[in-house]
C-alpha cells in the first residue's frame, strides 16, 4: 500500500526537526513582516496572519530604541502615598537593577510602559489611572487607607561614552537623580476597590 503518510511526507511529518524548521522559519517571517522597520501596503497585509501571534507574545519592537536617536535618558518612576493616618509610604515601579532575572523577564514590559508612556506629558491622560493603581497595590491595611498619590520621575542623562567612561555595572545614587512630581491624585475609597473606574 502506498499512501502519503507511509512515503516520504510521512516520515517528514513525524521528524521533530521539520516542525522545529518550520516553527523558526514561521517565527521568521513574523518579525520581519511585522516588526522590521519601514511599511508598505503589501507588507501590511501579508502580516496580518502573523500580528496575532507577535501580539500575544509581545514580541513587537520599536526601533527608535536604536535609531535615529536613541534614548539617553535612564530613569523611573515611584508613587509617594500618603495614608489616612499623616504616614507615607512608596510604591516603586520595576527597576531592572534591582530585580533578578526571572523578575525581569515577566516586569520589563511594565518598566517600559512607564518610561515610555506614563511619564511623558502626553500621557497625561493615563496619570489618573495609574495612581489609583499606585494607591491599590499599596493598600495592604484596611483601617489605614491611602488617601493621596504623588507621582514622581527619577531621571539623569547618559553620558556620551567617549566624554565620559562609565564602568559596567554603576548605578548612580538615587541622591544624585534628577526629581520632579509630575501628577498628585487623591485618592476615595471607590478607587481602592478592585475594578473600580471613573
Known amino acids: 500500500m502506498n499512501s502519503w503518510h507511509t512515503g516520504t511526507w510521512g516520515r517528514r511529518i513525524r521528524d521533530p526537526r521539520a516542525w522545529i524548521l518550520g516553527f523558526v522559519g514561521f517565527h521568521i517571517a513574523a518579525i ?18 502573523f500580528r496575532p501571534y507577535v501580539t500575544f507574545f509581545d514580541l513587537g519592537q520599536n526601533w527608535s530604541m536604536f535609531a535615529p536617536e536613541p534614548s539617553s535618558l535612564n530613569g523611573f518612576l515611584r508613587g509617594e502615598v500618603k495614608y489616612q493616618d499623616g504616614s507615607t509610604g512608596f510604591y516603586e515601579f520595576p527597576r531592572m537593577c534591582k530585580l533578578g532575572l526571572m523578575d525581569r523577564f515577566f516586569k520589563e514590559r511594565y518598566r517600559k510602559w512607564a518610561i515610555d508612556n506614563v511619564r511623558a506629558d502626553s500621557h497625561r491622560a493615563d496619570w489618573p489611572a495609574t495612581a489609583r493603581y499606585v494607591a ?50 487623591k485618592i476615595t475609597p471607590a478607587d481602592l476597590q478592585i475594578g473600580e473606574s471613573r
Open 32 to 49: 520581519f513582516l511585522c516588526d522590521f522597520p519601514g511599511s508598505s501596503p503589501v507588507r501590511r497585509v501579508l502580516s496580518e496572519p
Open 136 to 185: 491599590r497595590q499599596a493598600n495592604r491595611n484596611p483601617a489605614v487607607p491611602p488617601v493621596e498619590v504623588s507621582l514622581w520621575r527619577h531621571w539623569v542623562m547618559v553620558k556620551d561614552p567617549m566624554v565620559e567612561f562609565v564602568p559596567v555595572g554603576y548605578r548612580v545614587p538615587d541622591e544624585k537623580l534628577e526629581t520632579f512630581r509630575f501628577h498628585v491624585e
